[in-house]
């Protein structure tokens, strides 16, 4: 049977018309970011994560947060790494407890298309990350340095008290320190070969073993890290030393900012731990997206003292707005 003209003409501008949109899938997929910190109970972690937090919000992309409870467990630090690569998340933000027993899981992880940014301590192998966000730690150690030696007038006999072995940002900072104390000849290191281990009590007893053997002799000392300013401090006040002996630490907590105002504590060398979070994820972020990105990103170090303290700047770091009450 023939058809109308009409049907035919609809028929074939029916047919050969432009095709209709697909459906739609719905919007790309969120961006999944493991954030995997040293440890997770020291007060500088805890601004790590609220400036992660602060990125992620900013980026529209998912954080997930996990890492040892203390800084010492390498091991727990490697299969949280490798659990995060076996999981498919699109990339790690690593801050590793070493800078050598990280290097494997790290290629793992670049081996199976999920690229790595390091934060707060350095990886040994360079090529295997995307960009290394932290601060200058031997700067911070040349300033501490630089201030301990002024506050002693340029003269005196000093302790230095080691963190952990293989824990790439402190080595730095202690390093630093020499290097800058070897300029002033007048000042004397009694002691530079001691750890104190990554918590408090370790940090007491190591601090107390080495006032028992240079006590009489001490002039000043340079912690640092948090765990080890507390331990220093506790044993110092213990051997009726604290506010006597010039104390220089690197990083803030509670105690040692209640012991600055106190005169016990001389100077505090200052990281800026929200920034290095919120720098880490959002270079990462870029870097998922195809952007260019820079292989080291600073974040600077500054020196709070009893004399500047309260000036707007340093507040901000010694009182990070997520821990106001």
């Known amino acids: 049977m023939k058809r109308p003209v009409w049907f035919l003409c609809a028929a074939l501008l029916c047919g050969c018309g432009p095709s209709a949109p697909a459906p739609s899938t719905g919007a790309a997929k969120k961006l999944r970011i493991a954030v995997i910190p040293k440890g997770t109970t020291h007060e500088f972690w805890k601004s790590v994560h609220f400036g992660a937090d602060r990125a992620a919000k900013e980026l529209g992309v998912e954080i997930i947060w996990k890492g040892p409870v203390n800084e010492n467990n390498r091991g727990d630090q ?61 700067n911070g150690g040349v300033l501490a340095a630089r201030t301990l030696a002024a506050i002693m007038g340029d003269q005196g006999e000093v302790i230095v008290l080691r963190y952990n072995v293989g824990s790439e940002s402190t080595q730095q900072r202690e390093e630093g320190f020499l290097k800058e104390l070897a300029q002033h000849p007048r000042i004397k290191v009694l002691s530079s070969d001691q750890y104190s281990g990554t918590t408090r009590d370790t940090s007491l007893a190591a601090s107390q073993n080495l006032l028992t053997s240079f006590g009489d002799q001490v002039d000043g000392v340079f912690t640092v890290a948090e765990p080890n300013n507390v331990g220093m401090l506790g044993a110092l006040k213990s051997a009726q030393l604290d506010g006597k002996v010039k104390f220089v630490g690197f990083d803030p907590g509670p105690q040692l900012i209640e012991a600055m105002t106190q005169g016990k504590m001389h100077g505090i060398v200052l990281q800026d731990p929200d920034t290095m979070g919120y720098l880490a994820v959002k270079t990462l972020v870029r870097h998922l997206r195809g952007e260019q990105v820079d292989k080291r990103v600073a974040t600077g170090e500054y020196v709070a003292t009893p004399e500047n303290m309260n000036a707007p700047e340093m507040r901000k770091l010694l009182h990070p707005p997520q821990f106001a009450e």
């Open 78 to 138: 490697i299969n949280i790494v490798q659990d995060f690569v076996q999981s498919g998340v699109d990339g790690i933000c690593l801050a590793p407890i070493s800078k050598d027993a990280l290097v494997r899981p790290v290629r793992q992880a670049k081996d199976a298309g999920i690229p790595t940014v390091i934060f707060d301590s350095g990886l040994e192998d360079a090529e295997a990350i995307v960009s290394y966000v932290a601060t200058d730690n031997e």
